[in-house]
């Protein structure tokens, strides 16, 4: 426990180091409540990020903002932040159903775009938005959509450790306890492109296409409940897997953290001390609990079934083992990623921060999620919501010019 406040404390007080002569200058377009722990706190403990300015669509919310967070400027529209040439990127957490809009506009005024996810509202603003010619030009802009929780160090680890080609089952959950929202949030407005599959579910449905190594060959079921917008969807993979997805906005009243299970198919390990004849096989099923915010809390369970064969079928010997992990930094996941940079205060957020300086400023990249990435991601959310005889969320009637 002891530990686990030392850890969150250095979170959301992390180191603040000189800025560089170089460092980048972001405009966050909306004063939004996840703004502070998407870009403001992580950008603190980074050398080459300045958060410059805000706007929101009423003045006195982004000037009440930018004091409670320390931001110098503030600007009257979001159209302001993309003129001024002193701003190198642009941060967008707004309502989905905007992010198609603003993320194109900033593109085609030169911006680096780092938006929320889900990226836009549907696969039709996915193919324009990140095929947009702008993208493809050398020292062009950069765009990434903010699926933060996949460079934390166990999401790569826990990545690792799984062969696509032995995976048959995957299910993943996440929840939002019944007071952490209430009917007039966004979270369940339509035209603004809501709902829990793009609000929590999108990460369990990331999860499936990652673990899987390939995207659904269909969604085979979808049932949801109107207002609390609960999911539970099945979908079937290449390889004749199937993954399961399920989120809510409503759970109950306790926060669980979120989680992903993958059984893996059996296969034949090799052990030279057996005798002639025998052969050993071995199932595995790994979880990681606290999938989404690991740096809260999180552990990998890895459990291996073993059976000892003899040619004709007959077992010899069947044991299990259990093992556990866990990674807040990469030098605790150890191995191939010992080397890679972090700290224990870096939560997801901040190690994704990392990758767009990189990726902007044209150093190399260890994690990223590319275009090609979040279109097909924004396909199997359409997939869903077509099962489910809800239907894709709106599109936006905003074309770039």
Known sequence: MAGMVSRLWSVFSPPTPPKTSGALRFGVLGAANIAPLALITPAKSHPEVIVQCVSARDRSKAEAFAK?????????????????????????PLPNGLHF?????????????????????????????????????PNGPVLLEAFHSRFYPSWVLFQSLIDPADVVDVVSHSMIPWWGTKKTDIHFNYPLAGGSMMAMGTYNYAALRVLFGADPEECTSCTTKSYTDGIHDNSASPNGGTGTASSTLQGGTVMKPSWVTVK?????????????????????????????????WHRIDVKEMNVIRTKDGKVVKKWETTTSKKAYTFKEAGGEFANL?????????????????????????????????????????DMAYEKSGLGPRPTSKYRPS
């Open 341 to 381: 940079p972090g700290e224990v205060y870096w939560m997801s957020y901040r190690h994704q921060l990392e990758q767009f300086v990189n990726k902007v400023k044209g150093r190399p990249v260890t994690h990223w999620i590319s275009g090609e990435d979040s279109v097909a991601q924004m396909k199997m959310l």
């Open 101 to 137: 809009e603003w993320a194109a506009k900033a593109i085609r005024a030169g911006k680096h775009v780092l938006v929320e996810k889900p990226s836009v509202s549907n696969s039709t603003e996915a193919e324009i938005l990140f095929n947009m010619p702008e993208l493809s030009q």
């Open 264 to 296: 893996c198919r059996e296969v034949e390990v090799a052990d030279s001390s057996l005798p002639t004849g025998q052969t050993k096989y071995q199932t595995r099923e790994l979880t990681l609990q606290g999938m989404i915010h690991g740096v809260f």
């Open 68 to 92: 409670a967070n320390g931001i110098p400027d503030v600007r009257d529209t979001y159209q302001e932040i993309l003129d001024d040439p002193n701003i190198d990127c642009v941060f967008i």
